[in-house]
C-alpha cells in the first residue's frame, strides 16, 4: 500500500522502494533528494536515508511524468459547431468564437484542463496560446498568470501562436514581438494560413528569424493538408534548410506535418533525413489529424496522419500530443497522453513491444527533448523527479493498459494522489 498519510507531510528524501520502470530490467529504488532523482539502484541495494519517507511500490510501474508539448489551453472546451466541419470551418468558428474570450472565461477553461492533466500525470506542457489583433495578448496574459500559480507542479511554456497568419493578418507580427519581450515565451508559427507560397515560406523565414532574435524555440503548425499539390504546405524541407541556415538545430519543432503522409516514400525518406540532421522535432496529434483530414474522401478516407514508424527509422525526434480539446479542431481528448499514444498506435500499425515502450517515450522523454526539458534525461541521477506510478506492474504495457496513476511527483513533491481522490494542490478538479 501507498502510505498516503507519509505523503501529505513528506521529507525532503522520498524513496519509492521495490519499483519497476520501462527501460530498466529488474525492481528498483528510487531516491529522490529534494527536486531531482539522487539515484536509482537494484532494489533493497541500499539502505535509505534515516529521515526519508519510503513509499512502498510491491513492483508498480513508475516513469517519467507526461509532457504535451503540443496544447492549446486557450481554445479548449469551446464545443464543436454543429455538423462539425474541416479546417477552414474549425478556423472561422475559432475567430469568432475569440471575440468573446474574457480573461476570465479562458482562465476557467485552461484550468479544468489543467485539473484534468495533473490527474493523468502531465508535469510540463507548452501551451500554443494564440496572438492577433482580435484577442490581443489576453489569453497569453492569462497563461503567464496560470504558469505562476501552479508552478509548484506544472512547467507552462507559451508559444506565441498566429494561427490566422503574420502577413494574412495585419497587426500581429508587433503583438508576437511583444509577447516573446515577455519571459517563459517562445515563437509559434501557421504558415499554411498564409495567401500563397511565397507567403508562407516568408512566414517561416520570420519565425525562425524571430527565435534567433529573442533566443527561444520556435514551434511551427506546418500544415494539415492530405496532399502536396498546394505549395504552401510540403514545407517539411524547408524548414530543414532554413533551421540549419540560422544554427537553430534542436531548437525547432514542427506539428501535425499530415503532408508526409502522402508524400512517395522516396521522397519523404529524403525529407525524413534532412529533419533528422537538422534536429528538427516532429510533434504528430492524431486525434485532431484524424478529425480534420481526408473530408474531401468518399471512400478510402485517407487518415492523414505523420507516419510515426517512419519518423523513427529515420532518427526524426518524435513526439505526441493533444493538441486540442473538445472544440471545432478536435471534438474528443481527455488530455490524457497515454490516450493519445495509444490511438497513434492503433492507427500506426504499432505491434511489438519496443512498439508500444516507443510510444510512451513519445510522451515522456522524447517530448521533453522537444520543450528542451531536463525531463528528457528519464529515470536518471539528477534528472528532474517528476514521476508517475501507476496501478501496473508491467512497465512495458503502460500504453496498452492505461492503468490508473496512483500517484504523481513534481520537483520531488508529491503533487497528486489516485487514492486521496483529492489533489495537494488547488486545482480544481472536475466534477
Ligand atoms: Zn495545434
Known amino acids: 500500500m501507498i502510505r498516503i498519510g507519509d505523503l501529505a507531510a513528506a521529507s525532503e528524501h522520498i524513496v519509492l522502494t521495490d519499483a519497476a520502470a520501462p527501460g530498466i530490467s529488474g525492481r528498483v529504488d528510487i531516491r529522490i533528494a529534494g527536486s531531482v532523482i539522487a539515484d536509482v539502484s537494484p532494489a533493497g541495494a541500499a539502505a ?41 470551418a474549425a478556423i472561422a468558428y475559432t475567430a469568432e468564437r475569440k471575440r468573446g474570450f474574457t ?17 493523468a500525470g502531465t508535469t510540463a506542457i507548452r ?8 484577442v490581443g495578448l489576453l489569453s497569453i496574459q492569462v497563461m503567464r498568470e496560470l504558469a505562476e500559480r501552479h508552478r509548484s507542479w506544472l512547467d507552462l511554456q507559451i508559444a506565441v501562436f498566429p494561427q490566422e497568419g503574420i502577413r494574412a493578418r495585419a497587426g500581429t507580427l508587433p503583438l508576437m514581438r511583444e509577447a516573446l519581450a515577455l519571459p517563459g515565451t517562445i515563437v509559434g508559427g501557421c504558415p499554411y494560413t ?3 507560397a511565397v507567403d508562407a515560406r516568408a512566414h517561416v ?23 502536396t499539390s498546394d505549395q504552401r504546405f510540403a514545407l517539411a524541407g524547408y524548414v530543414a534548410r532554413a533551421t540549419r541556415e540560422r544554427g537553430l538545430e534542436d531548437r525547432v519543432a514542427i506539428g501535425h506535418v499530415t503532408t508526409l503522409a502522402a508524400m512517395h516514400p522516396s521522397e519523404r525518406g529524403r525529407v525524413l533525413d534532412e529533419l533528422a540532421r537538422a534536429g ?37 525526434r518524435t513526439a505526441l500530443s493533444s493538441n486540442n480539446l473538445r472544440n471545432a479542431f478536435t471534438p474528443t481528448g481527455r488530455a490524457d497522453p497515454l490516450d493519445i499514444a495509444l490511438l497513434a498506435g492503433r492507427v500506426g500499425f504499432a505491434s511489438s513491444r519496443e512498439d508500444f515502450l516507443r510510444l510512451h517515450r513519445a510522451v ?15 529515470l ?44 495537494f494542490h488547488e486545482v480544481p478538479l472536475p466534477g
Open 103 to 119: 480573461s476570465a472565461d479562458v482562465r476557467a477553461r485552461a484550468e479544468r484542463v489543467l485539473a484534468a492533466a495533473l490527474r
Open 194 to 196: 498564409e495567401a500563397d
Open 205 to 227: 523565414d520570420q519565425v525562425l528569424d524571430l527565435a534567433v532574435e529573442f533566443g527561444t524555440f520556435a514551434d511551427l503548425h506546418l500544415d494539415l493538408a492530405d496532399d
Open 280 to 316: 528538427v522535432s516532429v510533434v504528430v496529434l492524431p486525434a485532431t489529424d484524424l478529425y480534420l483530414m481526408g473530408r474531401s474522401d468518399a471512400a478510402n478516407v485517407r487518415r492523414g496522419i505523420a507516419p510515426v514508424s517512419d519518423l523513427w527509422a529515420h532518427g526524426v
Open 380 to 423: 536518471a541521477a539528477g534528472a528532474p523527479a517528476d514521476l508517475v506510478v501507476f496501478d501496473s506492474t508491467d512497465p512495458d504495457t503502460v500504453v496498452l493498459d492505461q492503468p490508473t496513476r496512483l500517484l504523481v511527483l513534481a520537483g520531488g513533491r508529491p503533487v497528486y494522489s489516485a487514492r486521496l481522490e483529492e489533489s
Open 364 to 378: 515522456t522523454t522524447d517530448a521533453a527533448a522537444v520543450v528542451g526539458s531536463e525531463r528528457a534525461r528519464g
Open 48 to 88: 535509505p536515508p534515516a529521515d526519508a519517507t519510503i513509499v512502498p511500490l510491491d513492483g508498480r510501474v513508475v516513469a517519467p511524468a507526461f509532457v504535451e508539448p503540443h496544447l492549446h489551453l486557450d481554445k479548449a472546451l469551446l464545443g464543436t459547431p454543429l455538423g462539425g466541419g474541416d479546417l477552414g
Open 127 to 134: 501551451a500554443q496560446t494564440e496572438v492577433d489583433p482580435t
